[in-house]
Structure formats: structure tokens, C-alpha cells
């Protein structure tokens, strides 16, 4: 396990580990520490592979031979120097030392819940991925496991195989035990990151520039994900966060409650699907009226109206809310959608109250938000920083000649120290070539109606046009 400060490890409450004296409990701690792996992970396989008895002598059902906590078959006690006969004459705490002499084979690190599993069950599966395939039909071996192929699709892979273990996990309150941070980084990261992604708080091209690192990019997403549920913004993928995530994934409907459900409701009454009076009668419980409002919502979009918030309700709802970026371009005029104060890869200044000059088109913020997404990629902790675009409606705004319908945005050109702070093409803090670069990436990839910016350097390439004021700020009108 990592000794960094930045991952943390307590034992949860893992269905049966309430029957283990505490000397089992701290043991077993102890030999996950010696072995590298997560205690949970250990817990969870024992828990399922003993019908939640955690009994050393609990014996296979189907008759294999097997006893005891991970199911040592016949031929493999004997290789660790025992028998089963031996094994389940043993206290649980005694019979951890097989278990952990068993586990010390594995040269390879055990970093998922899967790859613990597949020691136990196909140790030659280990480290090959969720998607590795197990089993094929037709086979002898598929059919023995074909309640394992939960998508019934002929193959069982090892995600499929490990699904029931992973569920001890969940039903112990949390996803794996571990509280992630800043710093932290392996698979657990990685799931994190694709979780984030699911649920539109990500991008793909974020996740590639850290695959498994959780930096600067994942805890920004994190915190966003967690005030956008009720939950203390602190960029640590704590027992909360997990159980948030953990519950949207196996789906919130009717009956539901708690701070997911309040993120959904005010997300409902953003979109004017349901009224403050209607979420203070029932805070937080999933009644008829949020099931309603969700429904309707869900018809909206194109998805099947079931009333259960998963990941593609989720998002969707996510990015149609005001205070979020629409991520679908919009064919209207109206100049009524506001830009966040920061996102991916931008962030706002000399931003007035409310927002009231950053309202736009909703392509207009959609291609902000792309832009931020696309200079993220090669910059992700420099973001552009977006500063005037229209008041709401449009209509004349001072001291501007444009911005009048919200296709105008003005963006601060780039430094040379990395700082969002002011400056000019004469600034000795100016940078020409980040500028340069950042005009270069809207002109490439969007319908640009012209680019105003005084750099002589960028107008005799062709790239900006002169125009009065223009010194400190780089214009950029869209066509649509």
C-alpha cells in the first residue's frame, strides 16, 4: 500500500467480517499491509467464497472438496504444506496464515479486487483486465459458470466473474475502503477517473494526460461531482463520494434518499421540472414528485423514461441545467445561457455579479467549453480566461460596439509566467506565442467570423485584425 499520505485504508464493513473476533480483523490488516493489497479486496473474496460465514470450516456445496475461507481445494493445501482436514480444524484467525502464505505466490502486485479474485479462482487471468475473457460458449467451462455472463453475451470475462465479490464491497458502504487524494495513483485512480468521465465531469482527453494519476484535472471533477451532490468539496474520494457514486450506479428511483437525491432535485428545479415548494416538501426523498419530474425530463431527452437516475440520466441532466455548460448546439438566437465562473480548461475574469456580462448563445458556450476542453489537453493547469460575451437577452452593451447577441467573446491573452493576471502586447509579461497558439486553436476548429487582437505579429500572419481597444484582450466573434 502506498505510504505517501495520499491513499488511506480502513476496514469496512464487509457483509459476514462482523462475525471475526477483533484479532481476525487486525490480522488481517497486518497481512494485506505485508502483501500489498488492499484488506478489503481480501475481505470481500472471503466473504463471498464463504457464504459470508468467514467460517474456516465451511465446506464447498457443490462437493468439490474445498473448505474454508478463500476455498482451499485438496491438492492446493497440500502444496502450502496442510490439508483441508487440518485447515478446518483451525481458528479463522490461525488459518490467515494460509492464506496469506497462499497469496505470497503472486510475484505480480494485486492492485484491483479483480486481480485478488482471479488468484483464488484463474490466477492466470491476473493483470489481463476486466475485459479479459474467462470462458466462451461453447465450452465445458462456460457452462459450468454461465450464471457469471451477466450481459448474455456468450463471454465471461473477468469483470463479469469478480462482480459478485466487488458487490461485498458495496454492500459494505463504500466502493473499496480507500480514501483517494491528490498524488494517489493505480487502477482505483483510473476507475475514479472513468466514473467522473460517465457521469460529465471529465473528458476522455483529460483522463489520457493521467491515466490512473489523480492530479489537478480529477480533483477539480471530484469536487465539482461532490458539491453538485451536497457533499463537503475537498477533492478526496472519501467514504461518501464512494457511496454517492456507488448508489448512481445501481440506479436512484422511488424511495430513495439522502444528498444525491437533493443534487437531483435541484437540478430538476434548474431545468423548471419542479418548484422550490414542491423539493422543501420532501427534501431529499425520492417521492412521486421528483419520479415524475425525472420522468418527464428523461422523455425530453430521448432517454426511456424509467424514473431511475444512472449514469446517462445523470449527465444529461448535468449539462442541460443552467449553472452547467450545454454540451448540444443550439440553433436559437437567444442570448440566455450563462457561462459557468470556471470548467475545464477556462476560467472567467472581471466577471460581474451573477454573471450578468457572460451570458451567450448556448453554442456560443458550448464552443467555450470545447475550447477549454482542447487547450486542457496541452495545458491542463494553465486555463484560457474568458472575460465579456453579452447581457442577458443581448441588446446594446457598454462600453462595446458588439456583443450585442451573443456570439462575442473576449479572452485574455496569454503570460509568460503561467499567472491569469493582466497584460498587453507591449506587457513584459506578455506572451506572444501561448497567445499565438490559443488564436491558432480557435481558427482550426470553429466557424470564426473574425478575430480581433492588436499583436502586429498575429495580424501580418493573418490571424487577428486590428481594431481600437483591442491591446489587452483577444475577440473572438463566432458565426454561430
Known sequence: ????????????????????????KQKLIQIAADLKVNPNFLAAVMSFESGETFSPSIKNAAGSGAVGLIQFMPPT??????????LAA????????????????????????????????????????????????PSKAYDQNKGLDINQDGVITVGEAADRVRKKLGAGGGVTGTVLRRGASGPEVERLQDELVDLGYMTRAQKLTGIGSFGPITENALKHFQADNQLVPNGSFDSASQASIRQINEGIGKESRGNVVEGLQDRLVAVGLMTVSQVNSGRGIFGPQTD?????????????????????????????????????????????????ESGIGFTTYNRESGGADQFGRAATIRHIQELGELWSVKHPSRPIAIGDISRKGGGPFLPHATHKDGLDVDMRPLTNNGINEPTNIGAANYSHEATRELIVLVRDNFDIEVVFFNDPLTISEGLSKHAKGHDNHVHVRFKS
Open 1 to 24: 500500500m502506498p505510504e505517501n499520505g495520499v491513499m488511506d485504508v480502513t476496514l469496512i464493513n464487509i457483509p459476514g467480517i462482523g462475525k471475526t473476533s477483533e484479532a481476525f
Open 77 to 86: 493445501a497440500k502444496t502450502l504444506g496442510t490439508s483441508t482436514a487440518a
Open 90 to 137: 483451525m481458528s479463522a484467525e490461525d488459518q490467515l496464515d494460509f492464506v496469506a502464505k497462499y497469496f505470497r505466490q503472486f510475484k505480480r502486485p494485486l492492485l484491483t479486487i479483480e486481480d485478488v479474485y482471479m488468484a483464488v479462482l484463474m490466477p492466470s487471468a491476473i493483470g489481463k483486465g476486466s475485459d479479459f475473457a474467462l470462458f466462451k460458449k
Open 292 to 340: 415524475g419530474a425525472l420522468k418527464a425530463f428523461q422523455l425530453q431527452h430521448g432517454i426511456a423514461p424509467t424514473g431511475i437516475l444512472k449514469d446517462e440520466t445523470y449527465k444529461a441532466l448535468l449539462l442541460a441545467t443552467p449553472t452547467a455548460i450545454p454540451k448540444t448546439l443550439s440553433s436559437t438566437t437567444s442570448v440566455d445561457t450563462l457561462l459557468p
